[in-house]
């Protein structure tokens, strides 16, 4: 039986949900027949890179042309590349296949003319696995091609892809589907399959894919599979391993009460029931965000903090200790990746310059509020940010965005290079007193001294002073 990702996947760029920026690329240039020989797709899973790529190989073989870009899926070409069954294009993936024997093997076939098609097709998935020799094997093939052969490269962790490669590829950047986009999306699925369904279950299983449209279609057919085609919210949170309301209400309730025992009391109990942590903590962010009035992040992050010091020295290891710790992080995301509210990221920014004139650093933060990491985001205009060159340090108010940051240095660079230009290091670190609090005349040697060492101030006898 056909799965209802395989069975809804896209065949023709019109199919494609949310990527327009994706299909007018490729709509122009295939109607004016100037596409590149090389492209490397890049984002999020379940977005649509390897759909696209086939339909692209589609496109450029296809015998009959539906509005001079769309592939008609009638013809042999067509029908042989949806099977999988076409001689002239290939898929490999770099996940399994990553060594360079593969890639030589693909550059010794690449002289050969296609053998039923106009254009050989290589697909090459999640192409930062490939060890660094099968990249240096695979340069020189992607600079100079041969006029039949295109190459589409795709990769969900774009700052793994060597700089050589990238600069011999057009980069087309896929982004994360909407909420409502993703919903949406399901209902027709839905009405299609003749299932029932409440839309409060399909809104919940959107915002559990992360904007990943494959995923909320594996989700509701796991649901629908469960219920036997009757999708109910309560029937979604029991497959995906969530809790009640009533659960949450009574977990927010202990801790803004200081309620300890209470507390390590639904911790066993949900790690009993073998409940996702990750899930459990979202669930909990999205009440407290939802009830409570007005919460700030510093008023929602202090409790959550305080709670962590004290279960830190209790004498048992619980996963939840999971969810405590990463609710501060959750609760700087918790719009950013969901939602396209420009007003919501408004809200957590820092007030605008006076001047103008913007600086690098003011750049890349306003390229992640439109379209990069938002948990990114989220941290930098919560940060006191200096610049000194060849590199530039972020000090965070505490040690939760300081983790953050210092996990994603690497994505941050290659971002900041790829928006600037600049080829810089980034220093994380952080300052239970804040920065602009300490004396002037000290402020700048710590702050020096924090860009060269990185990581934490430390008094006298090497304790930390968060």
């Not at 409570?292 to 830190?312: C, M, T, W, Y």
């Not at 390229?367 to 965070?396: H, N, P, Q, T």
Request: proline share 3%.
């Amino acid at each position: 039986m056909e799965t209802l990702y395989l069975k809804y996947r896209p065949k023709r760029f019109g199919d494609l949900i949310w990527q327009e920026h994706v299909k007018r690329l490729f709509a122009n240039a295939i109607s004016r027949s100037e596409f590149s020989h090389s492209y490397l797709f890049s984002g999020p899973r379940g977005t649509g890179k390897t759909s696209t790529a086939r339909i692209l190989a589609k496109s450029l073989n296809c015998l009959n042309l539906v509005k001079g870009y769309e592939p008609c899926n009638e013809c042999n070409s067509c029908k042989a590349i949806d099977s999988g069954k076409s001689m002239d294009v290939i898929e490999m993936d770099a996940a399994s296949n990553r060594g360079i024997d593969e890639i030589r093997a693909i550059r010794d076939r690449v002289a050969y003319l296609p053998i039923e098609s106009k254009y050989k097709v290589y697909i090459i998935d999640e192409v930062h696995m490939l060890t660094k020799e099968a990249f240096n094997a695979l340069l020189k093939t992607l600079e100079e091609p041969p006029k039949h052969t295109i190459f589409i490269l795709a990769t969900t962790e774009m700052q793994k892809v060597p700089e050589t490669v990238v600069s011999r590829c057009q980069v087309v950047e896929f982004r994360r589907v909407p909420t409502e986009s993703i919903k949406d999306h399901l209902i027709k699925i839905c009405k299609s399959e003749n299932m029932n369904f409440e839309v409060e279950a399909l809104n919940h299983i959107a915002k559990k894919s992360a904007g990943g449209l494959r995923d909320a279609i594996g989700l509701l057919e796991e649901v629908a599979r469960f219920s036997a085609g009757n999708v109910t919210f309560n029937d979604t949170l029991f497959v995906l391993g969530e809790v009640p309301i009533e659960t949450v209400e009574e977990y927010v309730s202990s801790i803004s009460n200081g309620n300890a025992e209470s507390l390590l009391q639904l911790i066993e109990s949900i790690e009993e029931r073998g409940i996702d942590p990750m899930n459990f903590a979202q669930e909990t962010l999205e009440f407290i965000t939802s009830k409570l009035p007005d919460p700030a992040v510093a008023e929602v992050g202090k409790f959550v903090s305080d709670l962590i010091q004290r279960l830190r020295y209790e004498e048992r290891q619980f996963d939840a200790f999971k969810v405590l710790s990463v609710f501060e992080a959750l609760n700087h995301e918790k719009e950013f990746v969901h939602s396209d509210s420009k007003q919501t990221i408004r809200e957590f920014s820092k007030p605008e310059r006076t001047t103008s004139i913007k600086t690098d650093i003011d750049r890349l933060i306003d390229w992640y509020a439109k379209e990069g990491d938002m948990s990114i985001f989220a941290c930098l205009v919560l940060s006191v940010i200096k610049d000194f060159g060849d590199r530039i340090l972020v000090i965070s108010g505490t040690p939760i965005h300081h983790e953050i940051l210092k996990e994603k240095l690497k994505n941050m660079e290659v971002d900041f290079k790829r928006i600037t230009s600049r080829d810089v290091k980034f220093v994380s670190a952080y300052s239970a007193i804040p920065i602009e609090n300490i004396d002037s005349e000290i402020r700048e040697s710590i702050v020096r001294t924090l860009s060269i060492f990185g990581g934490k101030l430390l008094p006298e006898g090497g304790e930390e002073i968060v």
